[in-house]
């Protein structure tokens, strides 16, 4: 699987929107991009994923660039429940079974 | 139903024991994951069973054995641990091992090798 970048740590606000970046430079054309979310003593929780389109659902919004080579994971009004490791994670499509996790990044929400 | 149960919740063995670890799924899916969590690490891929069949293991020694009776049940079972595999392990679902399809994680099984 192709490899991603995420800073290491960052910090918000309650009750304000977030944006996480994901860069993924090395990007092919068939690589799904995963979002997952682990929370303090639990198992990782998917998020949202996406190939091309921005993606909505109910957790979170996925903002892809044109050139694919980045995407942002929206957060619109972020809570004290959303403090977590988010993971970005490409999944080539029609590949390998495996779900890889990187390091991720550390979000701690400030109330 | 759309969770991934794991039992037990904390298992504490010592190094000559045998144990197992239980997954439970009741969302029809047909691949099923071993993944292994030390603190403050990434979850790491351990087992696939997809279709109840195993597909890839990660060079995993012997001492952890992955079993699928069926399609909603996965067993780890442990021998002769050493206490580096005390850890949080995790069993994860999936719709089937494509890129489109998102996984299911249970809460996990923290385990203590003493």
């Known amino acids: 699987d192709a490899k991603t970048t995420q800073p290491n740590s960052m910090e918000s606000n309650e009750e304000e929107p977030v944006h996480l970046p994901c860069n993924h430079s090395?990007?092919?054309?068939?690589?799904?991009i995963h979002w997952y979310r682990q929370l303090p003593s639990q198992g990782p929780e998917y998020v949202i994923h996406?190939?091309?389109s921005n993606v909505n659902n109910r957790m979170a919004s996925l903002a892809i660039a044109e050139d694919r080579k980045s995407s942002t994971l929206i957060l619109h009004r972020a809570t004290l429940r959303d403090a977590a490791v988010y993971y970005c994670?490409?999944?080539?499509?029609?590949?390998?079974?495996?779900?890889?996790f990187g390091k991720g990044m550390k979000l701690t929400v400030n109330p | 139903d759309t969770e991934v149960t794991q039992t037990p919740k904390h298992l504490v063995m010592g190094m000559t024991n045998k144990k197992s670890l239980k997954c439970e799924q009741h969302?029809?899916?047909?691949?099923m994951y071993w993944y292994k969590q030390k603190a403050k690490k990434p979850p790491e891929l351990m087992f696939v069973?997809?279709?109840?069949?195993?597909?890839i293991n990660e060079s995993v020694p012997s001492r952890f054995s992955p079993e699928c009776p069926n399609s909603s049940l996965l067993n780890l079972h442990l021998h002769a641990l050493q206490p580096e595999d005390s850890a949080l392990y995790l069993c994860?679902?999936?719709?089937?091992?494509?890129?489109?399809?998102?996984?299911?994680f249970g809460s996990g099984t923290r385990l203590t090798v003493v």
């Open positions: 994860a679902s999936s719709q089937g091992g494509g890129s489109n399809y998102g996984y299911t």
């Open positions: 090395t990007i092919s054309g068939t690589d799904y």
């Open positions: 996406g190939l091309t």
């Open positions: 994670i490409l999944r080539d499509w029609g590949g390998s079974e495996k779900l890889v």
């Open positions: 969302m029809g899916h047909r691949a």
């Open positions: 069973y997809s279709y109840e069949k195993l597909s």
